[in-house]
């Protein structure tokens, strides 16, 4: 795994194997602040998603933690139509090494952030309530889409939080 003393161990991928998790539609993610984080190892440059909800039905996003050359990627869907707003990184992550990556959303001030190991890299205030799903949606890891492959690496310590993690919480 990504963290040295855990005793829990990674995941890796190598492309053609995803993990989907049916959270029944959950109202949870729908308009509400959220952040996601994961461990990353990867030394593939190429366009990769980590982990996203979206429409099984039409692909649609609602969020999406992912890799655009090389670099991370945090994209938010909005309104009814689930418009995206993107988030890049500047720091390459692709060296083979262990990073952190948090994508955020709080819906109160309508701020998206992306942080790559502790570090805010990009942030962006866009308003409004992220778009809702239908039913059939679901949240993957490692499952590529359009452009995008699928994630070939190593992914650990992947979680999700009903709230948009302060700064000082994801640097420490």
């Known amino acids: ?39 990353v190892s990867t030394s593939t440059a190429q366009d990769m998603v980590i982990a996203r909800r979206a429409s099984v039905a039409d692909g649609t996003v609602q969020f999406e933690l992912s890799i655009t050359s090389g670099e991370a990627t945090w994209t938010v869907g909005l309104g009814n139509t689930c418009t995206p707003t993107v988030l890049y990184s500047a720091t390459r992550i692709d060296n083979g090494a262990f990073h952190h990556l948090v994508g ?14 502790g570090v805010l890299e990009d942030a962006f205030s866009i308003g409004g309530a992220l778009c809702v799903l239908p039913a059939t949606a679901d949240f993957s890891l490692a ?28 640097t420490a």
């Open 1 to 39: 795994g990504a963290l040295l003393n855990d005793h829990d161990t990674a995941v890796q991928f190598s492309g053609g194997q995803s993990v989907h998790i049916d959270d029944g539609g959950s109202a949870a993610y729908n308009t509400a602040s959220l952040s996601l984080e994961a461990w």
């Open 104 to 117: 955020s959303y709080d819906a109160v001030s309508g701020v998206a952030s992306l942080y790559v190991d």
């Open 143 to 170: 499952q590529g889409q359009g452009a995008a492959a699928d994630f070939t690496g190593t992914l650990d310590e992947v979680a999700i939080y009903g709230s948009a993690l302060p700064a000082a919480r994801v």
